[in-house]
């Protein structure tokens, strides 16, 4: 119904400064809820960042005040701008659309934290 591209990822330093883009195509983008999140090795997956199809926003404690996401529903995209990264945010990140029980995911992309 829908499908979902992350890009962005890469290496950055701590402290650095890193935006992720998720582009999706075969529907209506607006209609959905994203959200993001990220896995690392031997961890749970965890919620990241979350908006709706109006634009109410909601964080996990561990990002906020440094992760921000957004929405251009122009551009069917969804945004993750990430601030002051430390090395503990090394994961590959996902993005996800949901919309009337189901859900879709994307292909994560990788973002490592490092010197």
């Known amino acids: 119904q829908v499908q979902l591209v992350e890009s962005g990822g890469g290496l950055v330093q701590p402290g650095g400064s890193l935006s992720l883009s998720c582009a999706a195509s075969?529907?209506?983008?607006?209609?959905?809820?994203m959200t993001w999140y990220r896995q690392a090795p031997g961890k749970q997956r965890e919620f990241l960042a979350r908006?709706?199809?109006?634009?109410?926003?909601t964080y996990a404690d561990s990002v906020k005040g440094r992760f921000t996401i957004s929405r251009d529903n122009g551009k069917s995209t969804v945004s993750l701008q990430m601030n002051s990264l430390k090395a503990e945010d090394t994961a590959v990140y996902y993005c996800n659309a949901a919309y009337l029980g189901a859900n879709y995911w994307g292909q994560g992309t990788q973002v490592t934290v490092s010197s």
């Open positions: 908006i709706s199809s109006v634009g109410s926003t």
């Open positions: 075969g529907s209506i983008f607006s209609i959905y809820t």
